[in-house]
């Protein structure tokens, strides 16, 4: 099992920057797909990035394609979404998700919330235009 906390979160203006951090417990971090999602008011959960488990692979929305960048350092047991600018309907509760289950790098997976099985408790990004 592996838990995860995210941090990180807050307020921010339209074109700021933010960076979000997830830190995992657990000694097999590196054997993880791990993803961001994020959950704004009213509106489904939605995928934003995700990293293989090496960090040699990384995906995006294309919202956030350009923008948004996801890292991992497996020794530190750390993945991390650097933001840069941020937009309006960039505001949501950002979550971090990791997986163990196999070829999550088909976009049909890594996109789907239902393949992850551990979650954090979430942080908000709220971005004031």
């Known amino acids: 099992q592996v838990q995860l906390a995210e941090s990180g979160g807050g307020l921010a203006q339209a074109g700021d920057s933010l960076r979000l951090s997830c830190a995992a417990s657990?000694?097999?971090?590196?054997?993880?797909?791990m993803g961001w999602f994020r959950q704004a008011p009213g509106k489904d959960r939605e995928f934003v990035a995700a990293?293989?488990?090496?960090?040699?692979?990384?995906y995006y929305t294309d919202s956030t394609k350009g923008r948004f960048t996801i890292s991992r350092d497996n020794a530190k047991n750390t993945v991390t979404l650097q933001m840069s600018n941020l937009k309006p309907e960039d505001t949501a509760v950002y979550y971090c998700?990791?997986?163990?289950?196999?070829?999550?790098?088909?976009?049909?997976?890594?996109?789907?919330?239902?393949?992850?099985?551990?979650w954090g408790q979430g942080t908000l990004v709220t971005v004031s235009s």
């Open positions: 990293i293989s488990g090496s960090g040699g692979a990384t």
């Open positions: 998700a990791a997986s163990s289950r196999p070829n999550m790098s088909i976009s049909t997976r890594y996109g789907n919330g239902y393949r992850y099985d551990y």
């Open positions: 657990g000694r097999t971090f590196s054997t993880y797909f």
